[in-house]
């Protein structure tokens, strides 16, 4: 899930995972597994001047009837483009799509399952034949909000890793938990600083410990991220690398840390990143749980091996994620497996990002049409990139030429 810190941090899942970048996440009013669209944080909200008495009050704009052959979404709507109106699209290599399109059709979105049958039968070419292949077989819808907006927000996440170990030890006191045996039986379950604090509520989750982290900020991240790699030191000594993936949360909403930082006064919007967050929390170590309990939510994780590091984690499509070319979308506009053409610009930079990426995922910050968030993938470069990626954004969806829009 596009969990997506993103999850999604100086600006997103939870895939969903995956799920918006995470300085996005922390400073927006929500995250990739919160219940409101993220929103920007460069600015404060603008207070509109008083009307004076003299001044006549705008009238609301007549919406424009869509163009014929317009799908409508539940939040969006699908208006018929053509190939040529694609920036970018012949400067693009359709061959480093192709993984992860074969990844979503392991598992093919309604309509698509013809399309998946010709591409399992597609011989090697190069990228002008696998263009003109995808050109023939897909038409192209520019996606536009209901009003006819067609700007929107790129935000990024990426898969954090982490030192833990199995047993607590002086240096490894924050736990990450699995699942809570009565989860189901409380709802919303307890919060953040009540798990820390409560006898009831810390038996609740005795023994669910899959791993122990020392920083309660590398926990923080990992929940809003939605899954990450721990190379976990075990009681015999031996170390090994192992994914946590989303399994659940304690159905509490998602508070941003780094916005209640800003309103205490204690950063400006423009030091709310994840090092100024960080740098705060070092000079201000006594008060690390007070900022910590302003967001009740918790994620709870199950453990999966990680036989092959250079496989993404899963999606909310129930795949794995490909770096540079997986995205998170809000499903109500894009269905999961869809192919998008997206039109922005790489982080703190004019140079175009314009390619062809695969909706896989999704988050809860992941909200509205023109929406998504760039899975970056692991290491230092892509907690990087996705920790600057607030970007304008423009998308179209190409979809099967046989198949109706869904």
Known sequence: MSVSISRHLTLPAFSRTAGPVLGALLLASCAQFSTQPAAPTEHRPVQAPATSPTTTAPTAPVPVPPPPGTFEKTRARWVPSEFSELPGWGADRP??????????????????ARFCEDLRNLKPADDMVQRFWLESRLRVFRIESPEGDTAGLLTGYYEPLFEATRKPAANRRVPLHALPADLASRKP??????????????????????????????????????????????PDGSSRLIRLAFAGHNDQPYKSVGRWLIEQGELKASE?????????????????????????????????????????????????????????????????GSLVWVDSTEPLSTRPL?????????????????????????????????????????????????????
């Open 95 to 112: 061959s480093e799509v192709m993984p992860a399109l074969r990844q979503s059709c392991i598992r093919p979105a309604e309509g698509w």
């Open 272 to 336: 709310a990143s994840w090092p100024g967050i960080k740098d705060w929390a070092r000079r201000n170590p006594a008060r690390i749980n007070e900022m910590l309990w302003q967001n009740p939510r918790t994620v709870f994780f199950r453990e999966e091996p990680l036989p092959d590091p250079s496989i993404g984690p899963k999606g909310a499509q129930g795949v794995p994620l490909t770096p540079g070319r997986s995205i998170a979308v809000d499903p109500q506009s894009v269905p999961y």
């Open 354 to 406: 314009q390619r062809l990426v695969v909706a896989q995922d999704t988050g809860s910050a992941i909200t509205g049409a023109v929406r998504a968030d760039f899975f970056w993938g692991w290491g230092d470069e892509a907690e990087s990139q996705a920790g600057r990626t607030r970007q304008a954004l423009r998308s179209w969806v190409l979809w099967p030429r046989e198949s109706a829009p869904r």
């Open 189 to 234: 379950y307890w919060t953040r600083q009540q798990l820390d604090n409560l006898p009831a509520a810390q038996a609740s989750v005795k023994g669910r410990e899959l791993a122990w982290l020392e920083d309660p900020l590398d926990a923080l991240v990992l929940q809003i991220q939605g899954s990450g790699r721990l190379r976990i030191t075990e």
